[in-house]
């Protein structure tokens, strides 16, 4: 009978990497799940993007075990993470989906016809939006209260930064280049297309709107 007592244990599969490194990647891979990005502009995460910028490669092969595809935007000093499963979408209420679909169309509009290099609104902006775009046949935008859970929810997601003032609609949204990659369309053409089917009462209440390193 053969024996193994004597035989050294198995190395670690990441063993090429440093104690440093192994906290560093857990680091990014957790926000990555929780949030679907990380910000090097942000100071806290500055220390972290460069790492992740500098292992690229490891943040990936990792990733991917969880059905996420890593993507690094170093110009925006953006690492995004893509769900590649589908258990990993992020499912909307037609309403929060209505709201992305107006900061996709005004984040898009601004960059593209203006050369804006950052796009930001007023939820009073938005509600407009919202009214002139995407709401013409149903019969009342969101509530206050509701319209503030949405863009939290999508703060929480890093697709927009919330400011929120006094006055509800004086309230800022900074929509983010992430909402771009989550609501994937190819031109305006697939936007309009898209928001036709929330043009009437009878549309789902239930739509994969949008995509994000976690779940709902």
């Known amino acids: ?14 063993g090429r990497l440093t104690e440093v490194d192994r906290l560093r990647l857990g680091e ?12 090097g ?3 806290a995460r500055a220390e972290l993007y460069t790492w992740c910028r500098q292992n690229l490669d490891w943040l990936r092969e990792v990733a991917a075990l969880s059905g996420l595809q890593v993507i690094n935007e170093h110009e925006s000093r953006l690492v995004q993470a893509l769900p590649t499963r589908p258990a990993l979408t992020l499912r909307l209420r037609q309403d929060a989906t209505i ?7 005004e984040y898009d509009t601004q ?32 509530s206050r209260g509701r319209l503030l859970e949405i863009l939290r929810q999508a703060q929480r997601f890093n697709l927009v930064r919330l400011e929120v003032a006094d006055e509800v609609e004086a309230s800022q949204v900074e929509i983010l280049p992430t909402l771009k990659r989550v609501i994937p369309f190819q031109d305006l053409a697939d936007w309009t297309r898209t928001a036709a089917l929330h043009h009437h009462p009878g549309a ?13």
Request: glycine share 4%.
């Open 204 to 216: 789902v209440e239930e739509t994969a709107a949008a995509e994000a390193g976690g779940e709902a």
């Open 111 to 142: 960059i593209r016809e203006q050369g804006a290099t950052e796009v930001i609104v007023t939820v009073e902006q938005l509600n407009r939006l919202l009214q002139e775009k995407l709401l013409p046949d149903l019969k009342e935008p969101p």
């Open 28 to 39: 990014a891979l957790q926000l990555l799940l929780a949030h679907g990005s990380l910000s």
């Open 99 to 105: 709201v992305l679909l107006a900061l996709w169309y």
């Open 1 to 14: 009978m053969s024996t193994v007592l004597n035989q050294p244990p198995p190395a670690p599969l990441l």
């Open 41 to 43: 502009l942000e100071p």
